[in-house]
């Protein structure tokens, strides 16, 4: 009854926790300034693989949520959102998300001990990248929308079809592909180099992120065991979408310091404009929404940690609010620079670009909400 | 978070507890509605055995008739109270507001006079603040107190008096001094709402009910010593009531967990739209923002567990509150379809959620309007820099107030 109004969900950091967050706001103010993010992505390879290295050596950061038996740090999805917010902050070109979120809890989703036990701690000390083949045409993230498949072949399954998009496919060493095997579905590894695998590097909206298109031709493949690939599956977006909105809430976060910051700044009719209640209330309203965005990641961190059978609901609640509350911020924060906010030099549009796409990424808002709908009982 | 509580406070709420549950009804209604109405007689007897119980005032001293306890245990009794129904509507304005701000500001004669009556329920306070040319900028207000001899004669009229009518007293603030800015010549008062020349007239407001008072004064004589603080420092006075105020609004109002999601969508069902693409994409979003005000309520409470105030973080959660409510009663209008303009005078809940279209911007303006909650972001929590201002060094007599234009020969009415 009194836990009622204060609640069992736990939403406020403990200092050990602010701590982590500190500490590494630092390293990537210090090591992926925007100066340096601008430069990657005009890289062919698209994202820092020496930033990544240092993530893994001086951080342990990929392998933050991987239980200490699989090589990892042990932590949980509370501290992979802290992580996931400062990355989406700096718009950090990493295949992080692929890597350490998609493919590796994929890994833990199933039931195969010996592919965690011989994948994960490379993937988990960032010396392998590996990211998560689900969509395909259409962009649809669902089970049903699946048309890939995988046939025996003497004693080794091979992969047809196009999954597509794929976050960070080119980078990715090792692919984790969902396909139909028969009548079922089923969760398979493939080598980045593997015949019969040709990947196409995607024009992306988002210059900070890379998708591609990976074709596969009879390529080679092992199966994982599962015993409920599209439980596995719902696991794994459930997951990613509480780190997704933990990012997407980090970018929301730098739009509003940019945008506040600019409007202290910017003097106009002989004032600054942050004076006029005009631009005032939109960096007002953008509090609002980060105030709102930061309980709803806290809480769906909580619960993916502590209980797991608010999960569904909470990663939907998260992904929804977080989606639709980053993209405004961002636009609004265009609008409140005016035109140097709308040039290239500018870093607003990177935002910009992120926000949308990450809204597009793992099943769009209106999947979000249908998602939602039906797991509260609608 | 519950295993930051001691243990004395742990038995506290097990005597709140046990003491509700023995002498208070618990709240039928799903989303935690009044489901009885009090009248003052009946909600007078319980207040009295709630004081007598120790859970009136529990923070407050005891040697002005409170428990002397500690604010969270005043919390854990909150908490506990949530779930039943207590007469507040009576007696939340005087524990909220007035009673706080006496116990801040007001004399020792004060104090032993007002805070036992108070807590008792024995006296019924209202807050004397708003006037029709006095809204988002209260310190324009127009009521003059003009001092003759050892009382002050208050003459002006108030608005959005919540329970006046049953009011024994008032905290008032008035002009004491026009010839200066508007900030620097108010001053605060208890004053006697059955004295002559008080009048109350209920207001009737847009949902058609009249939960509201206008507040006339006509030469009322109020006692030098009723004044609150010092005279002509009223607004700093009414700073810190506002400041209680936004504290108990903060610690009463906090909407149940998903209320709105939950009717709605029985409605939904109700009227066979369930199944509704579209309506399931409402109803969602619904559920997601309702969720996130509360999921905010729920964090600002834990910090403040943890001893970090939310300050002026408290304007984020009423301007999302107040959204929600537009929001919520535009997804009814959009289910009930065309029972939410006209239904059948048996279909209660077409009339409540017509109800509820209808209070719905009440919660723009009550306590801070979206515009004001917005400022205050802006301002404090952002740190932007103010409107320039245009009556800050002004004699108040000059300014340009509400619909009234400057009168260099009169203070004001």
Redesign the interface.
């Known amino acids: 009854?009194?836990?009622?109004?204060?609640?069992a969900?736990?939403?406020?950091l403990t200092e050990e926790q602010e701590e982590l967050r500190d500490s590494l706001r630092r390293f990537l103010a210090d090591r992926s300034p925007m100066s340096r993010v601008r430069q990657t992505i005009e890289t062919t390879e698209g994202f820092d693989r020496a930033l990544w290295d240092r993530m893994a050596a001086d951080l342990s950061l990929q392998g933050m949520a991987v239980p200490d038996t699989c090589g990892g740090a042990g932590f949980g999805q509370v501290e992979m959102s802290i992580v996931m917010e400062e990355l989406g902050r700096g718009l950090v070109p990493s295949p992080f998300l692929a890597s350490a979120v998609l493919a590796t809890n994929a890994l833990l989703a199933l039931d195969d001990a010996d592919a965690i036990r011989e994948l994960l701690p490379s993937i988990a000390a960032g010396r392998t990248i590996a990211t998560l083949a689900v969509a395909e045409d259409g962009g649809g993230w669902e089970a049903a929308k699946i048309a890939t498949t995988a046939v025996l072949d003497g004693d080794g399954w091979r992969l047809q079809g196009t999954k597509t998009p794929v976050v960070d496919g080119i980078a990715a060493d090792l692919v984790v592909v969902v396909a139909h095997a028969g009548g079922e579905l089923g969760f398979f590894t493939v080598d980045g180099d593997a015949p019969g695998l040709s990947r196409t590097r995607l024009a992306g909206l988002d210059l900070t992120r890379q998708l591609a298109s990976l074709e596969f031709s009879g390529t080679p493949a092992r199966r994982l065991v599962c015993e409920d690939a599209t439980g596995a599956l719902n696991q794994v977006l459930d997951v990613a979408s509480v780190a997704l909105a933990a990012e997407q809430l980090g970018g929301l976060q730098r739009c509003l310091e940019m945008s506040?910051d600019y409007?202290?700044a910017r003097a106009q009719f002989g004032?600054?404009i942050?004076?006029?209640?005009a631009v005032?209330?939109l960096?007002?309203?953008m509090?609002?929404a980060m105030?709102?965005?930061?309980?709803?990641v806290?809480?769906a961190a909580w619960a993916a940690d502590a209980a797991p059978g608010e999960l569904p609901v909470a990663a939907?609640?998260a992904r929804?609010?977080c989606s639709e509350a980053f993209f405004k911020v961002a636009a609004d924060t265009i609008q409140v620079h005016g035109g140097i906010g709308f040039t290239w030099e500018h870093d607003a549009h990177l935002y910009y670009r992120r926000a949308k796409s990450s809204e597009l990424l793992l099943g769009g808002p209106?999947k979000v909400?249908?998602r939602?709908?039906e797991r509260?009982?609608? | 978070?519950?295993e930051a509580r001691g243990p004395a406070e742990q038995n506290f709420?097990v005597r709140a507890?046990a003491w509700l549950e023995a002498n208070a009804t618990r709240r039928s209604d799903e989303d935690g509605r009044q489901a009885r109405r009090w009248d003052l007689a009946s909600a007078r007897v319980f207040q009295g055995k709630l004081h007598d119980a120790g859970f009136a005032g529990v923070a407050w001293p005891t040697a002005y008739g409170g428990q002397g306890l500690t604010p969270a245990d005043q919390r854990?009794f909150d908490?506990?109270a949530?779930?039943f129904d207590l007469p507040g509507e009576f007696f939340g304005i005087g524990m909220g507001m007035c009673g706080p701000t006496l116990l801040d500001l007001g004399t020792d004669e004060q104090k032993l006079r007002y805070i036992r009556p108070l807590l008792r329920g024995e006296e019924v306070w209202c807050q004397l603040f708003s006037e029709p040319g006095a809204g988002s900028d209260v310190a324009s207000l127009q009521t003059r107190a003009v001092k003759e001899g050892d009382v002050w004669v208050v003459s002006g009229q108030k608005v959005w008096t919540s329970v006046a009518r049953f009011a024994d007293l008032g905290a008032l603030i008035a002009r004491t001094d026009p010839d200066v800015p508007k900030h620097d010549g108010i001053t605060m008062f208890v004053v006697d709402m059955h004295a002559p020349g008080v009048t109350v007239r209920p207001l009737r407001d847009m949902t058609g009910g009249a939960t509201f008072n206008e507040v006339f004064f006509d030469g009322v004589r109020v006692p030098a010593e009723n004044v609150i603080g010092e005279v002509n420092a009223g607004w700093a006075a009414s700073v810190r009531m506002l400041i209680h105020e936004r504290v108990s609004i903060g610690g009463t109002t906090?909407s149940?967990r998903g209320a709105a999601?939950a009717t709605l969508?029985e409605v939904?069902r109700s009227r066979g739209v369930?199944r509704d693409?579209v309506v399931?994409?409402r109803?969602?979003?619904l559920?997601?923002?309702e969720?996130?005000?509360h999921?905010?309520g729920?964090?600002l409470?834990?910090?403040a567990?943890?001893g970090r105030s939310p300050g002026s973080?408290g304007s984020?959660g009423k301007?999302?509150g107040a959204e929600l409510a537009r929001f919520s009663a535009g997804v009814a209008a959009e289910l009930l379809g065309s029972d939410a303009i006209a239904w059948d005078g048996t279909d209660r809940e077409a009339a409540r959620w017509a109800a509820a279209l209808l209070s719905a911007p009440a919660g723009g303006i009550a306590g801070g309007s979206n515009?004001i909650?917005?400022?205050i972001?802006?301002?404090r929590?952002?740190?932007?820099?103010?409107?320039?201002q245009v009556d800050r060094d002004v004699p108040f007599r000059e300014l340009r107030v509400g619909t009234r234009s400057p009168s260099p020969h009169d203070g004001g009415s």
């Open positions: 009854m009194g836990e009622v109004s204060v609640g969900e736990n939403l406020v506040v409007a202290k004032r600054p942050g004076s006029f209640q005032k209330h960096c007002a309203d509090h609002v105030e709102l965005a930061r309980s709803a806290r809480y939907g609640l929804a609010f209106v909400r249908e939602l709908a509260l009982g609608v | 978070m519950g709420r507890r854990a908490e506990e949530r779930e906090r149940r999601f969508t939904a369930d693409p399931r994409q109803l969602a979003e559920y997601v923002r969720r996130v005000v999921l905010f729920t964090r409470a834990q910090e567990r943890l973080r984020v301007l999302a515009e909650q917005r400022n972001i802006g301002e929590v952002l740190g932007l820099p103010k409107e320039p």
